[in-house]
């Protein structure tokens, strides 16, 4: 988002408030702050915050 986070975040709340379908365990990327890294869909994406803590996804297509 160009307003960074902040903006992320707000466009976020302006979609739900409109509707916006979660499930339960729906994971939400409002932005990248390392900047954007292309991936594919059917690719698997990690990010790790230290030695203890991971994130796992897999990319696909809505």
């Known amino acids: 988002m160009l307003d960074g986070p902040i903006g992320a975040v707000r466009f976020l709340?302006?979609?739900?408030a409109k509707g916006l379908p979660l499930?339960?365990?729906q994971w939400l990327s409002t932005g990248a702050v390392t900047?954007?890294?292309p991936v594919q869909p059917g690719q698997k994406v990690e990010a790790r915050f230290g030695p203890a803590l991971c994130v796992q996804c897999s990319i696909g297509i809505a």
Do not use: P
């Open 35 to 37: 900047g954007v890294h």
């Open 23 to 25: 499930a339960a365990g």
């Open 13 to 16: 709340f302006e979609r739900a």
